[in-house]
């Protein structure tokens, strides 16, 4: 038999409330507020954490109960089909079945198809499931040559000019405008966008922005039709508002039709899609086009733990900008938990292996692989990620890159559950009293599936895990409807498909920050985090920067008790070690100090761990000068800020490159590997006068004291040197030092 399943904090399958005010029970003040909440408009300023779905649905859920509300009357929109998956299986829960939950595309195709016939006349044109085909003929059309990268990056211009309502022809001044970094010449991007058009037109085919435009066009142009939608649709509620484009936002003033029976959800703060057209602005200004708002501030955190809430808080306290200036201050509910963890390391497979490591302690201490994350800033990072979970032995699954339904097994699966229960439950007689996990377990055992999962990691733990997956749902769906069938759990296999709403797989997650939105984990390893990494190099005006800032925002949010974060000084061993680390955690790691922040406090603490293969621990270093904690490797190295006055015997300093010179034609190695100019500029700025006062120096480890530092204090003092001078070069910083000096 499998392991029991532990219970969940938010059990999958709750019971329905018995009254409208039972929905209301378990409600925070601020929840039960936007619950109840049910006439004008409302706008609700949601933080991460702080339950904003719980509280919109409960609000449908208690009007609809109350009688106040019908069914068919509420449209609630939000952004992808998961989420809106999620509010229709919570709608359900709740006693609230009939009301529409779909994202803003799917409810326009919805009306589109239904209104052709009469608005326009003939058979819909086809909708093309991926454009960028179309988007390379169109170039190769235009006689304009696009590589993989630049295809996928035209094709995603062409989405933002028709989202915000951008023609071909204006499309070079619009990208300008909006300090878009393009691809290609903005003149060739808008030829292709024409020609792209003419193609889908010759071509009877639409694109999905297409489908809002469309949209947008009849009920413009067809009062009838705009009539018999707002008979339909009364009530609203927006999801994720500060993602809304200005197309969408235009879809709903005219579904709404003048009237104000909308609630809008949103936190500026977490406005990570603005390439796509998304703006906050609709959000922010949302009290100034309705001036009779009700307006609710969520601020109590149920996810994080006060480590992690103090760190987002410390970071967006350093944000500039108006989102900067409409952020919520969250308050953890939670009892404390253990700090935030900062790691450096040498390189990125050095990072990736602490990563990993790190993350088969956690496993080893009882943590659910699918409780762990680990998100990058893009998604090439995550090969060398995936090479060292599997090295560990640890199971993964990347974000996004697979649908969990289209998976070749679960599809097989599911085939095979419908059968068993289209005969009756199974061919298997002894199982006839079983219950439904026993059914269901019978059933995807002769597929792949055991008691036991299977050694090591690869297709065939890929595959255990994915039917593992489905017998735990099972068992979850039993426990919450102990007369269910098997016929039942198809039915709900097959809406949780449409939904896109994946049971959990037993895996470490994968992804890229952009992907973690609306997700959350007990662990959360942020990793690359270097300046031109995070923020990423092509963010060059201010308020790109601050997108960057808030996609850090949305990664730290999404761990409820371990967070960790961590970056490397090179890319692959043996690299030049000048990276930075990001901009946004100064004033935030131990031994940094924000610099320019506004009213910016330091969040959390917790001790920098270095991650480079065993090297040893030291504590925040300060200027020599000013007392000021350094933070820069360079500075570091100089034990002073690199702008404070230097006292640079240049005599000894030339004394001891030279020395460095012999040294090395001795060891028969670079300079260098004796010692960097940067150590020995350091060395001749302190003038050390014992082992002590040598040894503190950055560079100078024990191998190179035993080694060289009798030579060096004699230079020091003015004598000649007259140690020993044989033996390896030393271990500067695990091989830091040469990575620096062979970048120069």
């Known amino acids: ?69 019908q069914p068919a009357s509420v449209l609630a929109v939000t952004f992808t089909a998961r989420a809106a998956g999620e509010m229709r299986g919570r709608l359900r829960q709740l006693g609230a079945g009939g009301v529409q939950a779909r994202t803003f595309h799917s409810a326009a195709l919805r009306q589109l198809q239904y209104f052709w016939p009469r608005a326009v006349g003939g058979d819909m044109p086809r909708l ?52 878009r970094d393009v691809p290609r010449d903005p003149a060739e991007i808008a030829r292709v966008y024409t020609t792209y058009e003419q193609l889908k037109r010759d071509r009877g085919a639409i694109d999905f922005e297409d489908v809002l435009l469309l949209t947008v066009g009849v009920l413009e142009d067809r009062p009838d039709v705009a009539d018999a939608v707002r008979s339909q649709y009364q009530h609203f509620v927006v999801d994720e508002y500060q993602d809304v484009s200005p197309l969408q936002q235009r879809l709903l003033d005219l579904w709404l039709g003048g009237r104000d029976s909308v609630c809008v959800v949103g936190d500026a703060s977490q406005t990570i899609y603005s390439f796509t057209g998304a703006t906050p602005e609709f959000l922010l200004g949302f009290r100034s086009r309705h001036s009779q708002a009700t307006v609710v501030k969520l601020v109590r955190d149920y996810r994080s733990t006060p480590q992690v809430v103090h760190l987002a808080n410390g970071l967006l306290s350093q944000a500039r900008g108006q989102a900067a200036q409409h952020r919520l201050e969250l308050v953890s509910q939670r009892e404390a938990g253990p700090e935030p963890v900062y790691t450096e390391y040498a390189d990125e497979p050095a990072e990736a292996e602490g990563t990993a490591r790190r993350i088969r302690e956690l496993i080893d201490e009882g943590v659910r692989p699918s409780e762990i994350a680990v998100l990058y800033r893009v998604n090439a990072q995550s090969e060398v990620y995936e090479q060292a979970l599997a090295d560990a032995g640890v199971p993964y699954q990347l974000r996004g890159a697979e649908r969990f339904f289209e998976r070749p097994e679960v599809r097989e699966a599911g085939m095979l559950l419908r059968g068993a229960a289209r005969a009756g439950g199974g061919s298997d007689p002894g199982l006839d ?68 709403h994946a049971p959990t797989v037993e895996g470490v997650t994968l992804a890229s920050l952009h992907a973690a939105k609306g997700l959350e984990w007990d662990a959360v390893f942020l990793v690359g985090l270097t300046e031109g990494t995070m923020p990423i190099t092509y963010a060059k005006t201010d308020e790109q920067v601050e997108e960057e800032r808030r996609l850090l925002y949305v990664g730290v949010t999404r761990a409820r008790f371990h967070i960790a974060l961590s970056w490397a000084l090179s890319r692959s061993p043996g690299g030049r070690g000048g990276r930075r680390p990001s901009r946004f955690l100064n004033g935030l790691r131990p031994g940094s100090a924000a610099r320019g922040a506004a009213g910016g406090r330091s969040a959390a603490t917790g001790g920098v761990e270095r991650g480079s293969g065993g090297r040893k621990r030291r504590g925040p270093v300060q200027c020599r000068v000013c007392g000021r904690t350094l933070s820069d490797a360079g500075e ?61 120096i950055s560079g100078v480890g024990a191998r190179k004291m035993d080694k060289f530092g009798a030579d060096v204090l004699a230079l020091c003092a003015g004598r000649e040197p007259g140690g020993e001078d044989g033996g390896e070069p030393g271990d500067e910083a695990g091989g830091e030092a040469v990575a620096e000096e062979v970048g120069k």
């Open 433 to 500: 009293d079983a219950d439904l996990p026993a059914h269901v377990r019978a059933v995807l055992g002769t597929r792949g599936w055991s008691p036991e999962a299977p050694a090591g990691s690869g297709a065939v733990r890929d595959r255990w895990e994915s039917l593992a997956a489905l017998v735990r749902l099972a068992e979850d769906f039993a426990r919450a409807r102990p007369q269910a069938t098997l016929a039942d759990f198809v039915a709900e296999l097959d809406e949780r498909a449409g939904a896109q």
């Open 128 to 179: 093309l499931e991926r454009k960028i085909q179309l988007v390379a003929e169109a170039g190769a059309r235009s006689r304009i040559r696009l590589d993989r990268g630049e295809l996928r990056d035209v094709t995603a211009e062409i989405e933002w000019a028709k989202v915000t309502q951008t023609a071909p022809e204006d499309y070079p001044a619009a990208a300008a405008k909006a300090a």
């Open 636 to 696: 570091i190295k100089l034990m002073r800020c690199e702008d404070c006055p230097s006292d640079l015997d240049e005599a000894l300093y030339e004394r001891l490159r030279e020395w460095r010179v012999e040294q090395a034609k001795a060891l028969g190695q670079p300079a260098y590997c004796v010692f960097t100019d940067k150590t020995l500029l350091a060395i001749a700025e302190v003038r050390p006068t014992t082992e002590g006062e040598l040894s503190v």
């Open 1 to 69: 038999m499998t392991a029991p399943t532990p219970t969940p904090l938010f059990p999958e399958f709750p019971a329905v409330p018995e009254s409208a005010d039972a929905v209301l029970d378990g409600l925070d003040p601020e929840q039960r507020a936007v619950a109840t909440a049910l006439h004008g408009p409302v706008c609700v300023l949601a933080g991460a954490g702080t339950g904003k779905t719980r509280a919109i649905t409960h609000r449908i859920a208690y009007g609809v109960r109350a009688g106040i509300l």
